[in-house]
Structures are given as C-alpha cells and as structure tokens.
C-alpha cells in the first residue's frame, strides 16, 4: 500500500476536537469516580430510586436503630438514623464482599448529635472473618448536630465492612462518608485510578452531568446545578434516572474541580427548560411564570465558573475554595429533547439570555436522539433560523452503520452551525465497535472545519451496575478495565494534527470486497510531526466483518510523501488501528487481537 500525501487541503483541526462524555450512569459517580466507599451514607435512598429500595439500603441494622426524620441536619437531608445503646450499623459499600478499604488512612466524616444524656461511639473496619483493621472513638459531644472527622488506619488493602456503634446513650447519624486519604493527607475526591485513565485521554473538554441527567425524567428530577453546590447537607440528593440513588456529593463545584484537574475546559449542559421525553404524556417544560428565574439561574451558572470573585456567583464559588475561574468556554442547551413549540420557546428564551450576557460563549442546542428523526430535521431548522453556534448530534449506531457513514461530514453546510458529536459509539462487538470509531474519527477529523468537537458516551460503567452497553471505561473497586475503543480515542487525542493533507491510496486492492482503507493524514506543522492512521476493516466473506491475520505496516516519511509497507503477518490475529511520528518514528502502533472474544487484549 502507497499512500500519497498531498498539499493541506486547508481544514485545520480543532484543538478541542476529542473530548469526554461524564454522565452520572453506570454508577459512574457514586460506587466510581466518587472515592467515598459508604453506600447511601446519606440515608436519602427511596423507592423512588429503585422500587424496594430505602433509608437503609446499603445499610445493616443490628440492635434498636430508627430511622428518624424530626430536627434533621438540614432541611435538604432530612432523614437520619438514632442508634441506641448496644446498635450497630454496618455499611459493606458497592460490593457485597465489603468495600475495599486501601493500605493506609482513610477518613471517616459524618454528621453526628448526641441524643441522651451522656453517649459513647465508635467506629471500626472489619473484615469478613471477624478482623478487626481499625476502630476509632467518635467523639459525640454535642446535642446538636456536628460534623465529626476521624482517621482510620488500615496495615493492609483489605475488604471490608464500616461499622458505626453505640455503646452507652443514644447517638443521631447522617452524612457518612469514608474517604482514602492521599500523601498530603487530604481526603480524596475521586478514586485516582480513574482519574489517571480519563487523563490519558488528553481531554479538551469534559460534558457533564448528562445525557438524560440533564434533563430528568420529569420536572422533579431536572437537574439543577443550585442544589448541588455548597455544604454537603444543604444538597439536595435525587433519584438518578438510570435507576439509583444520586447523593450530589460530587456536584457542579466537583465537576468543575475535576476538569481543571484534567486539563479541560468544563462543558455543562443544562436542561433547555424541559424535561425527558420518555416520560407518560410526554416531556414537560417549566410553567412561563418559573422561566425567568431559571433563566437566570443559568446566567449564574457562567458566573459561578467565569465570574470574578468581586461578582456575585465568582464569591460563592471562591468560597468553595476557588478564587481563581473555571474557563467555561461551551454551554449546552438540553440534550435530545422533542424539538417541538414548547422546546424552540423555552430554548429561545435561554438562548437568547446567554448570547446577549456572554457573547463569548459558545452555546450548544440539540437535534433529539438520532440522524434522520423529525427532532434532528427541527432541531437543525431552529438552530440556523436563531443562529446558534453549535449543535449537539448524537450517534448510537453499528459499527457497519459507521462504517457506511465515513462520507457524511463532508457534505454538511459549512456556513451554518458548527457540530458536537456530542454521544456517540458503535455497538454490537466490542472489537469491531473501535475498528469502525477508529475509522469514523478519521472521517470526524477530516471535517473538523465543521465538527468541532466530540465525544464518545457513555464513558464510565462500574461493572455489574451498568444500564447501557457498551462503555468506554469499565471498572470495579479494585481494576480499571479500558475497553479497545478507549484505546482508540487515546490514540487520536495523542497526537494532534493541526492541519489535514490530502491523500491518496493505491495498491489496495488485493481485497477488492472490501472497502477501503481509511486513512487520513495531519500536520502538526509543515515539514514536522505528522500523523498517520490507516484503519482496514472488511473482508471478503462479509462486507464489515474484520478478518485476521491481517497487516501490519511501518511507516517512512520523505518529506512529501508516505510510504507504508503492509507486511502479511501470516498465522497471528491482528489489527493495526494506527501510528504516527515524526521522521518515520513510529509512536504509537496498536494491534488488536482475539476480536471474537469480548474480554479481548488490546496490547499497545
Ligand atoms: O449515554 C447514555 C444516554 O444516551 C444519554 O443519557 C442520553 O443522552 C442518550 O440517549
């Protein structure tokens, strides 16, 4: 195969092209990204979160222990537990073998107001056989609420179950919280692991909280960026859509502290006014007389993250310990709503209040759930009538479907909207799935004149809690497991391009079934690094079906031209999905392999 490079066709690549997708699915946050190992420590799960569930899901009670909800500890967290003398709770987190308690400290916080005369408490760490790895007094002083912190220690990364104790008195308990505490013996936000693999993705921007989060599967479960900010006790938790409990302990500030953690520029998007079509009688939008305080609380929202200390929203948020700005430079307007009457005035309304308040601001309206449907035609008719900048398309399609599609950008207006692929991802086969991203990224990248930005979804899945296949990051307590594709979207974001060239490819043809390679060729800067991806899929039985052994290639560069040597590698399985470097240096090769089994290796 000779590939034939040719002068820049003139699209530069967007620097914010690849990006993350973080919904709060999948248990992704809680029993996830989330590092706290107490499940519900809260005691605000209902059956409103999944039917059955309670104050003490997650919990077991032993001995007189009463769930209460008189004088709580704030308004917004108003049940609570009394646990009399001789009870005990128990709290094994998101694995019934008991959460996995690392080597080391960890921090117990919780809300705590003693409730008899005189009170004795203690909490412990225990393991399945009887163990005992850590106990510590918890001092209850007061009879009113207090929050209470207390280390314990742990000589080995154990399974483990958080017992809470009364011994004399009677003790009220909320809020519970255990957190790893990391080398400057801070309690960890997140679990590091998984902030370690969504940083390798490089990301330019990170959209959150959702996805259908967003927007809520009625008016009640609209996400609203206000009750998660702030004290702990003073958010307000909330039935997940997916079917759990959401605690807000990581909430819009968190969000936020998490992309600047990652290098990203925040991406919120924010419910358009209405709330989940797929709800009885259809979505519903907040009654006219709201609107204008909603309009407003998104106003805030940018100040909140842009807004200098001086401002308003700029003072809470440096009261949370962040003087400095977030650099919100996108803002999303719904995600995959009816783009119906109710939907164009409620968007217009925000819309409008946002460009005029922060012109810099690029705004990001919606085109409902897919290609072709009636939302996605009205979605794009009201975008370019209101003129807004960008529009959010989403894409769950087959890999044979994306395969099929590697044309599609190039033929999109230039001269209206720009696009966020803002979901996407191929499913059935996991292998073939990232060989089709692979290719379908090239196709993105090559248009990136017109799509702007992207990101697979969903991204984070605690395994066995999943509601939506296939996923970008698979995890448990104590493993990170990537899926290929995550490894696809790591190699595009490694090596940015700057500029496409043309390019040309012969000598393919000893397969004439299939369909041809995509390749696509970036400059970072004329006469440096170039990068290079060739993505083969095809083969002669079935038009989308990968077949191994297949080639390998290495790469030389000229200057001008590239020549790729493919090498049959006969007797093994194997893919390459891509390379790149400069001066023929190969960086980055990728085979694939094993792609029948869905526990595939992918080795790099
Ligand atoms: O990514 C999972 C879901 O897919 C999102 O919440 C929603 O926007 C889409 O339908």
Same mark, same amino acid.
């Given at each position: ?5 040719q ?8 620097q !914010? ?6 919904? +709060? ?6 029993g996830?990204?989330?590092?706290d190992l @107490?499940?519900?420590g809260?005691?605000? *799960?209902?059956?409103a /979160?999944r ?6 899901t997650g ?10 909800s +008189? ?5 917004a ?7 009399a003398a001789?009870?005990?709770?128990t709290n &094994? ?17 919780? *809300? ?7 009170a ?11 163990g ?9 002083? %007061?009879d ?15 399974r ?11 003790v /009220?308990? %909320? ?5 790893? @505490?990391?080398?400057q ?14 940083r390798a993705?490089?990301?330019?921007f990170v ?8 927007h809520g599967?009625?008016? %009640?479960n609209?996400?609203?960026w ?8 003073d958010r ?24 600047e ?22 979505p519903?939008?907040i009654p006219q007389?709201r ?14 993250a ?8 700029g ?7 962040h003087?400095?700005?977030?650099g ?8 995959? /709503?009816? @783009?119906?009457?109710?939907?164009? %005035?409620?968007?217009?309304q925000?819309?409008a209040?946002v460009?005029e308040?922060?012109?810099d601001?690029?705004?990001?309206g919606?085109?409902?759930?897919k290609?072709y449907?009636? !939302?996605y035609d *009205?979605?794009?008719?009201?975008? &370019?009538?209101l003129e807004?900048?960008m ?7 087959s890999p044979r479907w994306?395969l099929?599609?590697l044309?599609? =950008? !190039? ?7 720009a @696009? ?5 991802a191929?499913?059935?086969s ?8 692979a290719?379908?990224?090239?196709a ?5 004149d ?31 497991r990537?899926s ?27 397969r ?6 995509v ?11 170039t ?13 989308d ?9 290495t790469?030389? *560069?000229d ?12 007797g ?5 999905v891509?390379?790149?470097?400069a001066?023929?240096e190969?960086?980055?090769? =990728? ?6 089994n ?7």
């Amino acid at each position: 195969v000779t590939i034939h490079v040719q002068q820049p066709t003139g699209t530069r690549v967007s620097q !914010d092209l690849w990006g993350l997708f973080l919904e +709060d699915i999948n248990s992704a946050l809680d029993g996830g990204l989330n590092a706290d190992l @107490v499940r519900n420590g809260d005691f605000e *799960a209902t059956p409103a /979160d999944r039917p059955g569930w309670g104050p003490l899901t997650g919990w077991e009670p032993r001995g007189d222990v009463r769930v209460r909800s +008189d004088r709580p500890v704030s308004a917004a967290n108003a049940t609570y537990v009394r646990l009399a003398a001789g009870s005990r709770l128990t709290n &094994r987190g998101y694995d019934p073998a008991g959460m996995l308690v690392p080597e080391g400290t960890s921090r117990l916080r919780l *809300a705590v107001r003693r409730a008899a005369p005189s009170a004795a408490a203690h909490a412990s760490l225990t393991t399945a056989d009887g163990g005992v790895l850590a106990r510590v007094e918890i001092p209850v002083v %007061d009879d009113g609420w207090r929050w209470v912190e207390v280390d314990l220690t742990s000589a080995g990364t154990a399974r483990a179950a958080l017992g809470i104790e009364v011994g004399v008195g009677a003790v /009220d308990v %909320d809020l519970v919280e255990l957190r790893p @505490v990391d080398p400057q013996g801070h309690a960890r936000l997140f679990r590091p692991d998984l902030v370690e693999t969504l940083r390798a993705l490089r990301p330019a921007f990170v959209r959150f909280p959702g996805g259908c989060v967003a927007h809520g599967y009625g008016l %009640d479960n609209m996400y609203h960026w206000k009750r998660t900010i702030g004290p702990r006790e003073d958010r307000v938790p909330m039935p997940n859509t997916w079917g759990y409990h959401q605690s807000m302990a990581i909430g819009y500030h968190e969000y936020f502290l998490l992309c600047e953690e990652l290098g990203a520029t925040p991406m919120p998007v924010v419910a358009a006014g209405v709330c989940c079509q797929n709800v009885p009688g259809g979505p519903q939008a907040i009654p006219q007389q709201r609107m204008p305080q909603y309009v407003q609380d998104v106003l805030d929202l940018v100040e909140y993250a842009n807004g200098g200390p001086d401002t308003r929203w700029g003072a809470v948020r440096a009261a949370a310990g962040h003087p400095e700005p977030f650099g919100l430079r996108y803002l999303g307007l719904g995600n995959e /709503d009816v @783009v119906d009457a109710q939907f164009a %005035d409620r968007f217009g309304q925000l819309f409008a209040a946002v460009r005029e308040a922060y012109p810099d601001i690029t705004v990001i309206g919606t085109l409902g759930p897919k290609p072709y449907g009636p !939302d996605y035609d *009205a979605g794009w008719e009201l975008a &370019r009538r209101l003129e807004v900048p960008m529009v959010d398309e989403h894409s769950y399609r087959s890999p044979r479907w994306l395969l099929q599609h590697l044309d599609r =950008f !190039d033929h999109y207006d230039r001269s209206g909207p720009a @696009v966020y692929l803002g979901e996407w991802a191929a499913h059935t086969s996991t292998m073939r799935s990232a060989l089709a991203e692979a290719a379908y990224m090239t196709a993105v990248e090559r248009n990136s004149d017109v799509v702007r930005l992207s990101s697979y979804a969903p991204l984070l899945a605690r395994v066995g809690s999943t509601q939506w296949l296939p996923d970008l990051v698979y995890f448990t307590d104590d493993e990170v497991r990537p899926s290929p594709s995550y490894h696809v979207q790591r190699m595009m974001a490694e090596v940015r391009g700057e500029q496409v060239l043309g390019c040309a490819v012969t000598g393919h043809t000893d397969r004439p079934q299939s369909p041809p390679a995509v390749q696509q060729v970036t400059l970072r800067s004329p006469g440096s690094t170039t990068r290079f991806s060739a993505i083969r899929v095809g083969g002669t039985a079935h038009p989308d079906q990968l077949v191994g052994p297949e080639d390998t290639a290495t790469l030389a *560069a000229d200057g001008t031209e590239l020549e790729v040597v493919a090498t049959r590698t006969d007797g093994t399985e194997g893919f390459v999905v891509g390379f790149g470097g400069a001066d023929g240096e190969t960086v980055h090769e =990728f085979q694939v392999g094993g792609w029948r089994n869905e526990s595939l290796i992918l080795a790099r």
